[in-house]
């Protein structure tokens, strides 16, 4: 059971575009929500989070937008750039002392010339 | 600071052989965690520890052991390597304010 759905799966965009990826979850009990950004070869790495009392958060090209009603949210990237060439994973957890993350399947972003 | 660090980056075994996985931290953090990454799949978490002395299982425990005897290091065992078990596997560990840094990876394939 995949408590935190992600799309797309591959997203292609050209630089300067907007890349915009979804993800939706289905435990209530989430209250912490990161996105992790992952290079080939390297471990992910923290990009963004937010908690659910917010409906945006916006650090420089990157924003989480957040719908609590409908359990669902997404990461904008502005002016795409080649180096944003990455996979990306949205992620939830429940926070406590033995929380533990649960990823969405992740989306391979491609940004062209 | 070297943060999170793996060894070895690439492994190769056969069906049946078995093997520890290293991962050891340096930044004093009580909870870390064992991840297996698969194409199409996400990271679906192995073991848990939140503490020397504590662990626990997570969403895909089975042919895995696991021991936190001090809190910089956290070892994950196959013990008896299956060819479902060739993976990429992460280790990672959490701050108070749930920042999780992972390590690079290791690279498994079972033959």
């Known amino acids: 059971q995949q408590q935190v759905k992600q799309s797309p799966q591959s997203l292609i965009v050209q630089k300067g575009g907007i890349s915009i990826i979804n993800c939706a979850y289905e435990?209530?009990?989430?209250?912490?929500f990161p996105w992790y950004q992952q290079f080939p070869g390297k471990g992910p790495a923290l990009l963004i989070a937010?908690?659910?009392?917010?409906s945006e958060k916006k650090e420089g090209r990157f924003t989480i937008s957040f719908n609590k009603s409908a359990k669902q949210f997404s990461l904008h990237i502005m002016d795409s750039q080649p180096g944003d060439s990455a996979t990306y994973f949205c992620?939830?957890?429940?926070?406590?002392?033995?929380?533990?993350?649960?990823f969405g399947t992740g989306t391979r972003l491609q940004v062209t010339l | 600071n070297a943060g999170v660090t793996q060894t070895p980056k690439f492994q190769v075994l056969k069906t049946g052989q078995s093997m520890t996985l290293q991962c050891a931290q340096d930044?004093?953090?009580?909870?870390m965690s064992w991840y297996r990454q698969d194409p199409g799949m996400g990271l679906r978490l192995i073991h848990y520890?939140?503490?020397?002395?504590?662990?626990d299982q997570g969403e895909v425990p089975n042919g895995y052991n696991v021991s936190r005897s001090t809190t910089e290091d956290f070892p994950l065992r196959l013990l008896s390597a299956a060819p479902s078990q060739t993976s990429v596997y992460f280790c990672?560990?959490?701050?108070?304010?749930?920042?999780?840094?992972f390590g690079s990876g290791t690279r498994l394939t079972v033959v």
């Open positions: 990672a560990s959490r701050s108070h304010s749930y920042g999780y840094t």
């Open positions: 435990n209530t009990a989430f209250d912490y």
């Open positions: 937010i908690r659910p009392d917010v």
């Open positions: 992620a939830a957890l429940r926070t406590g002392t033995a929380s533990k993350l649960t």
């Open positions: 520890s939140v503490g020397a002395g504590i662990t």
């Open positions: 930044m004093n953090h009580e909870y």
